[in-house]
């Protein structure tokens, strides 16, 4: 199925936009901005606003049209967990019966982030949303070391207490820093030969399952996950170690 | 109601005895008088429908056919016709749009004809009020879920089929009210198109198929979401009563429809319109449709600072008109608008005065508020805040009909996204508030209180002057909205009638005595 | 100059985007709004807000990075009126001096269109925004017909009063109707033999010079004009005309 | 100022005592001891500056030289050096860049030194009474141009001087005061980095270069908008008194610091963060600089309802601090944030009743109100419209210091156009609702007061019982923002030193002079 955006007619191909150009404000930047528009692959784009920022700074809103379009059933997306989540009960349930011990996960915010709330969602008791933290998993031993955590810190203690998976959380983006950071705990592990003893995890509002594969992690959560995706996706990807073992 | 504005009861009432005067003259006058478009609701309701090869719809074939002869009225053609040909109205209406000409049946037994336009008033009169009856089961089946203020979205498409998913998608985002918004320039014609259309500049035909396709498509979507949704439409223009028939008979629940606004603002006949409005109003009373009255119309072209006392003037006007149609105030939707200059220090102040003062002067009025769309600009941002103070104020004021901004108003008819971001911020925002308004009192002799106990002062001294010189006179000197409207110029003028003595419309007779009409 | 959107840093190519993709949303849905981006030449395309809006219908919120750019050296604008645009007594006075006798313009809002706040804007004497309007001016004989005003009925209008020059404003725009609107207007002075006649001026908030010159205007004037420019163009038109007899 | 909650007089003079009985204590431990810190303000304060080749400040070297000889200051062998090498400081500066140990220089005749450091004092007063003159006579010069309460933006790109571009761009659009966000976690370097940086994650290192690069570059904005624009930076962290000491010396206006933010929110050690913050707000409050507490803080982690009263008591504990370091009620910009979950019926009428609380409580201090952050999402447009009810809220209860919330909160640190439109959203509201304020009373009894009244007893009943186990066992404890920080934990404790009885620092005995606080 072809799709485009829809405005108030079925590909129309309706889009908002708003941009600063850094020129002045003027007929000149209108039509700079129109032709930026255009080189953008919209047909019919309107500038419907601009305003003068600063010296030699504008801003403007403009409404387009387009006829690119996506093809939806060509789209594939991996999201960690798949359709099926377990409940906190399913999932101690599952770690009973599969694999017979505790899990031990070990967590934290690293390198100068201290963007804990993110987190502490995933893994203090109270959890978030209503749905309960990792702690809270009667079957699963579950160590936050918060804020500001050095990643070859993170990986002694993953290694002290023989932690099934580590969970890294990322929240500042700028200048890329998070994938700097994410990219240097991968290399670390390497380096320690410790990639493949650990489940390896990151998490993050600006973090999707496809840009933690990419890097190197098992898996990736962004914004509106819980405590019950991360656990699901350890617990099964432990039980399949087991089985490949 | 908390009474906040402190203001003078006297005054009101002075202002309410002007509006009597000021009315009741005009009344004799459309008392005297019917109109093409009157004679052609009559013919609606009475079941004429469908149109001929061209388009031309029944009704108008009919009224056509009896030009010159109408001082007594078209009904008594149209029931003879049905009489001697002895055919359904289906039937009779095929046969006129295949070129019968009902004036050429000699009329017969005015015995028959007065049985069949009983058995006609009663079909009507009962598919009105089995539509009455389920809006009302629908209320009580979900009372508690519509919004206060009501929420009202407009759709614009062009296209019914269109329309129908937009209408659905502000259905299941929140929405009490749906308008389907008019096909630009639909007022001027004098006829009402017939059957769904998919063509309209601005707007959407309103044709009764399509009211019947909205009201259907709603439907679906009031029991789906389990809240009452209110279908919306214009019985404005030069068929005014036309459209009020085709949506008592359809189940549309609230219609624009507004005593004055054809004459200012499209150049319609004063006598006409004066004429057509009250029909209208009757139908509409019956029917139990809330009008929606177009004060805002007068901001789009005059200052709110400057010009509000002509809004609530107007109220008075409207509010008059209506309750000598038999409509009672609850199905008063009186209009005003959130129109101040965004620049001006205060604004809001003043804004919050108005509205206050509306709803303290008209507290049984479900009052339609207006958002900001003079002074929105392609700034959606700025947009997004204007109307967020617009929501806060009717929130706070306890507005009954609240119209939803666009923060597109400046450069489109809505998007889909633009009703959800509209909706999302009123729903927020009332949320947030929703008890200010029983919280905060006013301090005597500031800024908001002055402004309505001035605002008040100048209506009543404006329609002090309106009363000494008669309406008409007003209208003809530019009164109001700075337009002045010559009596005998405007578009209709010719289709105005002077009622004979034999003059037949046991349509009118049968509203007048059901809206206790009947002295 | 190359110039690029700037969000924070020179040529960071940052862009605001919203748009509604006729899917239900999701993770699948947030993927195609992505690739949409991508393909509209995008580089980092971030949906970071999604919302569903009715069945079948998402909304998207996204920011995203391109190196796409423009050469602003290289944009034309011609705007109806330059850099100097006379006042309403600079006017009269080149009239008196220039034409010797009066300026007849004629204005309407043509075909269905009722907005007549812009027309008005242009031409009654309270004017607009502390510029006056074209019915102040001595040395100009105004005629406004208002609103809804067929093309022809215009022309007739203007041919009545020997006009030198004819307004036509047109705001609702949706389905193009403007232009159509603004064609036919053309097409009849053209089939009548009348196009030469006159000066053709059109107006409108979504109408710009570039736009009625197409159109076969012989200029355009959009949002924040005044009877000034208006003025001004028609003024130095009719003096070039009278020098090219 | 209009009171309008009627809050008890006697809980609130209550609170005063409690917070009085609860800092004293603290305060006897801070009169005894010292801190790396400290030591290397007062060396800054006397003219240390430059940093070695490998970019270890100078303040640190000489320090470092004295490890486990500090407790009677650094001081005393900085100007020794002075004397001895009869250098200039700069000469100075730079030779202990180069090698020189301060340390190993024997101490030489007391008078000289005592006469070296009254120079040294006496430059140091000059300059930042200099500094207070020239700020005081623009704001004289430019009265009335700033907005009430004053529009404060940030620029966090990380390069100071695309932090320049991006400051003079908000001058230009109508900031009141610009605040350079520091890169993360520099609150944990114990140094400050030396010169202009372009190089910091979601901020700009805080150096004494940057610091006036950017005040050069808002000192041209200020001639050309006619307006004086407050500069801001972060007295806060591991450096807390030098930074205040760099922001003394370079004129900025503003500096966040709080006195238990450090302990509570980066884990540095309490005893370390008690003693810098006083001498870090002697020297805010000597160089006229406007302090920005931290209680907003406490809604990112907790709830803004339940919580409501930890921000109330950390602004009378920040209170006390404050006077006890001789900062006067005018530069105490108390913190509190807009941080309620927007979903909540009659959200924002708590929000009002907790921003004209602390109106109330404490009329002459400029109170900072940040934002909605930790409810703001990716959806842009409903962020507009949390910012427009948030710039309301400010306006009604005239807050002093108003932080402009970005659209893109969630996203990004903020693009020129967010700021942009961050100014517009606040302009428009603040103009058009400006005089409400005046204009309306709540309700006794009604939801507003009572709120009000609750949040208060709880703040004076959370007093009580910090009072009862004392400050720091409570920290001890987790009793704020439910985080518990041992007093032996944390980072910094090895840089508190306790005072030797010879221990030598005119510059603080001279800022305690010039604030009143010698007995
Ligand atoms: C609260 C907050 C703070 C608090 C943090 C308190 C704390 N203890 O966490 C304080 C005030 C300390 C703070 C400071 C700063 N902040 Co801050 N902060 C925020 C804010 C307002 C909310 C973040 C939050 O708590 N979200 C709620 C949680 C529940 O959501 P979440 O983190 O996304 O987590 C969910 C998912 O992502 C996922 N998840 C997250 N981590 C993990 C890990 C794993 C393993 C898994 C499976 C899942 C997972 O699950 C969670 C639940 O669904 C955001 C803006 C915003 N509205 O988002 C800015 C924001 C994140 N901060 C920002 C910045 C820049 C800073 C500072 C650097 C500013 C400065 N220079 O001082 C400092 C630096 C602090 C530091 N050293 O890191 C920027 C980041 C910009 C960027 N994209 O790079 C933001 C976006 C604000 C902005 N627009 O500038 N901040
Ligand atoms: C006021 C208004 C009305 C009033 C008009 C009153 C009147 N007497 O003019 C009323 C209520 C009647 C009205 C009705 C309708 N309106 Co209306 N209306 C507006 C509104 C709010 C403001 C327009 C305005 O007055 N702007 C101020 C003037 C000064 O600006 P301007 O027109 O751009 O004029 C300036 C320039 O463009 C230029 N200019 C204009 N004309 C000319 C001509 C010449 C020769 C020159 C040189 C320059 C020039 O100079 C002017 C001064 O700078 C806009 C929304 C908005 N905020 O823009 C919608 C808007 C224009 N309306 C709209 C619509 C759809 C309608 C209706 C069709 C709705 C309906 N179905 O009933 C009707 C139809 C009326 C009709 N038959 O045309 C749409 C148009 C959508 C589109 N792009 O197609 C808008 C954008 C609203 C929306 N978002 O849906 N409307
Ligand atoms: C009462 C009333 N009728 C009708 C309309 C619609 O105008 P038109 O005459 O174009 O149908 C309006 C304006 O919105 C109105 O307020
Ligand atoms: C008082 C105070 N200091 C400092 C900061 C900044 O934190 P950091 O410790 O990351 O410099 C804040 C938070 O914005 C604060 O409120």
């Known amino acids: 199925m072809i799709i485009r955006p829809y405005g108030d007619t079925l590909d129309d191909g309706a889009v908002q936009l708003s941009f600063t150009l850094p020129v002045p404000e003027g007929p000149r930047g209108r039509e700079a901005a129109r032709i930026f528009m255009e080189k953008l692959g919209f047909k019919h784009a309107e500038v419907v606003h601009s305003h003068a ?10 409404y387009a049209k387009t006829e690119i379009f996506v093809d939806y059933d060509a789209i594939h997306i991996e999201e960690a967990t798949g359709e099926k989540v377990y409940s906190m009960n399913e999932s101690c349930e599952v770690i009973r019966e599969q694999l017979g011990r505790k899990v031990v996960i070990v967590g934290a915010c690293t390198g100068f982030d201290a963007h804990t709330v993110g987190i502490d969602a995933i893994m203090n008791m109270k959890g978030y949303n209503h749905h309960y933290g990792l702690e809270r998993y009667p079957e699963i031993e579950a160590h936050n070391l918060g804020a500001q955590v050095p990643n070859d810190k993170l990986i002694d203690y993953a290694v002290k207490v023989n932690a099934d998976a580590i969970l890294v959380s990322q929240i500042v983006t700028q200048k890329d820093v998070h994938i700097h950071n994410m990219t240097e705990f991968i290399e670390l592990l390497q380096a320690r030969n410790l990639r493949e003893r650990f489940i390896v995890i990151a998490g993050g509002s600006r973090i999707g399952n496809k840009l933690a594969v990419e890097l190197g992690y098992d898996a ?15 617990i099964d990807r432990l039980i399949e170690k087991k089985q490949d073992y | 109601m908390d009474m ?58 009919v009224v056509d056919q009896l030009k010159g002869k109408l ?80 929420l009202y979205l407009i759709v614009a498409t062009g296209n019914i089929f269109e329309d129908v998913k937009q209408a659905q998608a502000a259905a299941e985002q929140g929405a009490d009210v749906v308008a389907v918004i008019r096909t630009t320039a639909q007022s001027l014609l ?55 028939a085709m949506g008592a008979l359809e189940r549309l629940d609230m219609m624009l429809n507004d005593s004055m ?34 004060e805002d119309n007068y901001l789009t072209t005059s200052d709110a600072v400057e010009k509000a006392y002509t809004v609530l003037a107007s109220q008075f006007l409207n509010e008059r008109f209506a309750y000598a149609a038999g409509m009672p105030a609850r199905l008063m939707g ?54 967020a103070l617009f929501n806060f104020v009717s929130q706070a004021t306890n507005q009954g009909i609240h119209l939803l901004g666009m923060l597109t108003e400046a450069i489109h008819t809505p998007f889909m996204q633009d009703r959800s971001l509209a909706l999302e911020n009123a729903k927020y925002v009332m949320n947030n508030m929703a008890d200010l308004s029983s919280e905060i009192q006013f301090k005597p002799g500031g800024i908001i209180m002055n402004r309505a106990h001035q ?65």
């Open chain 2, 4 to 61: 906040k504005l402190n203001l003078s009861e006297a005054k009101i009432a002075r202002a309410r005895e002007l509006a009597v005067a000021i009315v009741n003259p005009v009344m004799e006058f459309v008392e005297a008088h019917t109109s093409l478009t009157v004679e052609r609701a009559a013919l609606r309701l009475a079941g004429a429908d469908g149109a001929d090869a061209d388009g031309v719809p029944v009704p108008n074939l």
């Open chain 2, 334 to 387: 009186l209009g005003h608008a959130f129109e101040m200059d965004p620049t001006i220090k205060n604004g809001f102040l003043m804004e919050l005065a108005q509205a206050q003062m509306a709803r303290e002067i008209f507290p049984e009025a479900p009052l339609k508020y207006m958002p900001p769309t003079k002074f929105m600009t392609g700034d959606i941002f700025k947009g997004v805040v204007q109307n």
């Open chain 2, 455 to 519: 605002v008040l002062d100048e209506a009543v001294a404006f329609l002090e002057r309106i009363e000494q010189i008669g309406l008409m006179d007003a209208m003809e000197k530019g009164e109001f909205a700075d337009i002045k409207r010559p009596r005998d110029m405007g578009k209709g003028l010719d289709g105005l009638v002077k009622k004979g003595d034999e003059y037949y419309n046991p349509f009118e007779s049968f509203l007048k005595s059901e809206l206790g009409l009947e002295r």
């Open chain 1, 220 to 234: 990736g959560f962004g914004k509106g996950s819980y405590a019950d995706h991360v656990a699901t996706f350890i």
């Open chain 2, 261 to 294: 606004y054809g004459i200012l603002f499209r150049d319609i006949n004063m006598y006409r319109t004066f004429v057509d409005q009250k029909f209208s109003r009757m139908i509409n009373a019956f029917a139990g449709v809330i009008i929606n009255t177009g």
């Open chain 2, 71 to 150: 001082e007594n009225g078209a009904l008594l053609y149209y029931i003879n016709a049905l009489v001697k040909t002895g055919e359904t109205v289906e039937g009779l209406n095929a046969k006129i749009a295949g070129g019968l000409r009902v004036d050429e049946i000699p009329l017969g037994d005015r015995g028959a004809i007065e049985k069949k336009t009983a058995e006609r008033i009663q079909a009507f009169a009962e598919r009105v009020k089995r539509n009455r009856a389920h809006r009302e089961a629908k209320l009580v089946q979900y009372a508690g879920k519509n919004h206060s203020p009501m």
């Open chain 1, 53 to 62: 920022m600063a010296e030699g700074y504008s801003f403007y809103v403009a």
């Open chain 2, 190 to 244: 004098d006829y009402v198109p017939y059957g769904a259309t998919t063509e309209g500049f601005g707007g959407t035909y309103a044709t009764q198929e399509n009211f019947r396709i909205m009201r259907q498509a709603l439907d679906e979507a009031v029991d789906k979401q389990g809240r009452y949704i209110y279908l919306t439409n214009y019985a404005s223009g030069l068929c005014m009563p036309e459209i009020a």
